[in-house]
């Protein structure tokens, strides 16, 4: 019987067919009795001797795949694995899979909420009724803005797809632009400091890689018009947040919705302290019912998949099956 770690959150909160996949396959599931994402030390301790670790936004690095003896596949549930030490896991023989496209219109669903939620104030005017009061913010309208896609990758493209239909003018900036897509929804490709210059509205849709870390730092915000707002339901570590936080702080921006943040929860940040110049939410961009199932369904079956030495879908390092070794250490 396989012992399989599961780390990620969602999949062991939510009841679904995604655990009947697992039970079927005669697995012997292991869960943490933290509510939280895992460092590496935690995880370390863990999964010394699973064969799978199906992991969230908890800490896989190089020390936790030596560690763990018997690993052969680790199922990322979500599509970013900037979590996982895929080149570690790789040398070792251990496949990596994800979940592309399980939660992108859940994520962009999310986005425009919160593009409309700072616009119009809607969180602030929400406490203000509950405390008793009856006073009103002056917010701004969506129609008629210019908005700005960092990334138009499948994220991109569903947030672009819902934000056709509120009368926006739309640019984008991507390092493998899909022409063809953007032609067909009249979406202009621009250098990032234009995209930002010009934008009403700028939306974080781009991978975290050591190249994109603090893409949005104090440079490129100082580019960005003072009446716009920055979002990001990508990944914290796209955003230099002290320098968002002072931008924010000194009105060089009107305001921020972020999802996700460098460090997770932002214990620390001084995002923390601006109240409500910035609207923050616990990284829900995927928390709806049907992408934690569609994620959780995909993610137990790459599992499934290899550990009967099957080729799974949404394999992240194929170099493990063109080697020839296939995850056996």
Not at 98 to 112: H, R, S, W
Request: with cysteine; proline share 5%.
């Amino acid at each position: 019987m396989a012992k399989i770690l599961i780390t990620a959150r969602s999949f062991r909160q939510t009841p679904g067919d995604h655990w009947k996949l697992l039970q079927e396959a005669g697995c012997e599931v292991l869960m943490p009795s933290q509510d939280r994402p895992l460092k590496a030390d935690e995880m370390l301790a863990l999964a010394g001797d699973v064969e799978a670790i199906l992991v969230g936004m908890d800490e896989v690095s190089a020390k936790v795949v030596a560690g763990a003896s018997q690993l052969r596949v680790i199922a990322k549930f979500g599509a970013g694995v900037d979590n996982i030490d895929v080149a570690a896991a790789t040398h070792a023989g251990v496949v990596v899979t994800n979940t592309p496209g399980a939660n992108q219109g859940a994520v962009a669903e999310l986005t425009v909420g919160l593009i409309l939620s700072a616009l119009r104030h809607i969180p602030y005017h929400d406490g203000l009724v509950k405390s008793g009061g009856w006073s009103r913010r002056i917010g701004a309208e969506l129609a008629g803005c210019t908005v700005g896609l960092v990334g138009l990758g499948r994220i991109g493209k569903e947030v672009a797809l819902r934000l056709e239909g509120f009368q926006v003018s739309l640019m984008a900036h991507d390092t493998v632009p899909d022409e063809s897509f953007a032609s067909r929804h009249h979406i202009v490709f621009v250098p990032l400091k234009e995209l930002l210059g010009r934008s009403d509205v700028v939306t974080l849709h781009a991978a975290l890689t050591p190249q994109s870390r603090n893409l949005i730092g104090a440079e490129e915000l100082a580019c960005m018009k003072p009446n716009a707002y920055l979002i990001n339901t990508a990944r914290g570590g796209l955003v230099d947040e002290t320098a968002l936080s002072a931008a924010l702080k000194e009105g060089r921006l009107a305001g921020a919705a972020l999802d996700v943040f460098a460090d997770e929860p932002p214990t620390d940040s001084p995002l923390l302290q601006l109240g409500d110049k910035v609207l923050l939410t616990p990284h829900l961009g995927a928390q709806t019912t049907e992408a934690v199932v569609r994620m959780g369904r995909a993610a137990a079956q790459c599992i499934v998949d290899v550990l009967a030495g099957r080729r799974p879908e949404g394999l992240v390092n194929p170099e493990v099956y063109d080697a020839g070794v296939q995850a056996l250490r």
